[in-house]
């Protein structure tokens, strides 16, 4: 059973945004850690931002400052805008949650 869907990737150029949307399929959603990790070719899968239950957040270093994660509890989605987004930001991003596990990742390119 597919618990959590990714959508919003696509070809953005540099300095651009995007906003990616994350649905959740159970109502554990709103009680657990949520997170955005992405995973760039030939590269291991890395944590860009995760948010908790009671919307405290962290980010990487490298996205601190143009990416900004959040989460609507009674919707049982979570989002992560992006903006100035860099050529070094092309990834697959998927969506994480302990219990629910990944999703199944969006693609997003950024052209230079």
């Known amino acids: 059973q597919v618990q959590l869907v990714e959508s919003g990737g696509g070809l953005v150029q540099a300095g651009g945004s995007l906003r990616l949307s994350c649905a959740a399929s159970?109502?554990?959603?709103?009680?657990?850690?949520m997170a955005w990790y992405r995973q760039a070719p030939g590269n291991q899968r890395e944590l860009v931002a995760d948010?908790?239950?009671?919307?405290?957040?962290n980010y990487a270093d490298s996205v601190k400052g143009r990416f900004t994660i959040s989460r609507d509890n009674a919707k049982n989605m979570l989002y992560l805008q992006m903006n100035s987004l860099k050529p070094e930001d092309t990834a697959v991003y998927y969506c994480?949650?302990?219990?629910?596990?990944w999703g199944q990742g969006t693609q997003v390119t950024v052209s230079s």
């Open positions: 994480y949650g302990v219990v629910l596990g």
């Open positions: 159970r109502t554990i959603f709103s009680l657990i850690t």
């Open positions: 948010i908790t239950a009671g919307g405290n957040t």
